[in-house]
């Protein structure tokens, strides 16, 4: 049974460019939440997504946007990128929006800004 | 809003020696409380959830932990702890009407022969 998945692991990006990150949540899950974890910090919550809606945002400018496709997959892109925006990205997985369902989480996608 | 505070950034212990992970959260109505693991280079892992009944809570690899309401603490402790478990320790908090989780700034674990 295939968990989380996110790609790529690494990426290398300049400041002003724009990028995609893609995640599969873990089978028989529909609901997928986006975290930012910078070095030495806790993960913060970007965002998540349940029947391809947002449902509930924390405090990241509208430079991050999200997606949910109907294989309950989802994409997050940055726009603009910013120094500030280095950091591993994690997206984590569940099956109802509830809060006392356990997240599931992916290995993250690295993300550094030059 | 709710909040997570992790008393210690960095918790040196010796191997076969216990250890204690402290975790105070700030909430105007009743959580849900986590305690989760991250291996370098990896995601996070589930240790163990508090979400309502016994206040002493046991998770995954010999770790448990104990919801205090009174003193809004949800520590984490492992009697016996064994190289393997060097890593970064998270507690985390959500509610019932709240759909994320809200992360302290972590306790690295070195666990030393």
């Known amino acids: 049974d295939a968990g989380v998945t996110q790609s790529p692991t690494h990426l290398i990006k300049t400041r002003g460019q724009q990028v995609t990150l893609r995640c599969s949540p873990k089978s028989g899950h529909d609901t997928v939440s986006w975290y930012q974890q910078a070095l030495g910090q806790g993960p913060q919550f970007i965002f998540q997504?349940?029947?391809?809606?947002?449902?509930q945002r924390g405090n990241f400018p509208d430079r991050f946007s999200g997606h949910q496709f109907p294989n309950y997959s989802s994409e997050l892109n940055v726009n603009a990128l910013l120094l500030g925006d280095s950091a591993l990205y994690l997206c984590a997985s569940s099956l109802r929006q509830a809060g006392n369902s356990p997240l599931h989480f992916g290995n993250g996608t690295r993300l550094t800004v030059t | 809003a709710q909040s997570v505070t992790q008393l210690d950034s960095q918790v040196p212990v010796f191997e076969e020696a216990p250890v204690e992970l402290r975790c105070n959260y700030s909430?105007?109505?009743?959580?849900?409380l986590f305690w989760y693991v991250q291996y370098p280079n990896q995601g996070l892992q589930l240790l163990l959830k508090?979400?309502?009944?016994?206040?002493l809570v046991k998770g995954i690899n010999g770790f448990e932990a104990e919801f205090n309401k009174s003193q809004t603490s949800f520590h984490l402790r492992k009697p016996s702890v064994h190289i393997s478990d060097t890593a970064e320790y998270f507690c985390?908090?959500?509610?019932?009407?709240?759909?994320?989780?809200?992360f302290g700034a972590g306790t690295t674990v070195t666990v030393r022969a």
């Open positions: 997504y349940y029947e391809e809606e947002e449902r």
């Open positions: 985390a908090v959500s509610t019932p009407n709240d759909y994320k989780l809200s």
């Open positions: 508090y979400l309502s009944g016994s206040t």
């Open positions: 909430s105007s109505v009743s959580v849900y």
